[in-house]
């Protein structure tokens, strides 16, 4: 089970790297660097905060998930995992932009961007949709980019749900946020 789970995942990959669009290259470059540690997030609670629509206690609440989330990705998990990235299996891959040479299981990019869709949900669920496409978006461009698995975007959304879960229901009370049940998660 295991070695056909990993076959799929070398060529999933394979495919999304195989089947790139060339003008879509750099704004998918672009979108995966502001994914970086959340970033994306943290500007667009600036800019709504600055509008009143973010109020800066969802604020702080956003930063503390990103921060956990970072931390069990890149210092707890990655370290323990250890799993090489898709390039240095397949030298003859063409990775898009700057590659880390980190652990590649799981996918931070993609722990953050659910944890930060997760409390964006939260806090203005009116934009719901648009906060889970951004974090899919960023998720698929880190396997578009040819630095992670499918596998690893899949356990980095599952690593950043468990963090923003985890630390919104530590932090309830705290928040703004009326409904603090588990509606829209």
């Known amino acids: 089970m295991r ?22 290259d750099q704004p998918i470059f672009l979108l995966s660097a502001a994914g970086l540690f959340g970033g994306v997030w943290v500007f667009i609670a600036l800019i709504l905060a600055l509008f009143r629509r973010f109020l800066w206690r969802d604020f702080g609440r956003l930063v503390l998930v990103l921060i956990v989330t970072t931390v069990v990705t890149d210092y707890v998990l990655k370290p323990a995992i250890h799993r ?9 891959i063409l990775v898009i932009g700057r590659h880390s040479d980190t652990s590649s299981f799981p996918s931070g990019h993609t722990a953050t961007a659910v944890a930060g869709a997760f409390v964006f949900t939260r806090v203005l669920p009116a934009g719901r949709v648009v906060w889970w496409l951004l974090a899919a978006a960023i998720a698929y461009s880190r396997v578009y980019l040819g630095v992670h ?11 950043g749900a468990a963090c923003a879960i985890g630390i919104w229901r530590l932090t309830k009370g705290i928040s703004s946020d009326q409904s603090d049940d588990d509606e829209g998660a």
């Open 149 to 159: 698995y499918p596998l690893d975007v899949v356990a980095g959304a599952i690593v």
């Open 3 to 24: 070695a056909q789970l990993l076959r799929l995942d070398h060529a999933l990959r394979a495919w999304v790297v195989t089947h790139r669009i060339a003008w879509l």
């Open 84 to 92: 090489a990235r898709p390039f240095h299996w397949t030298p003859d």
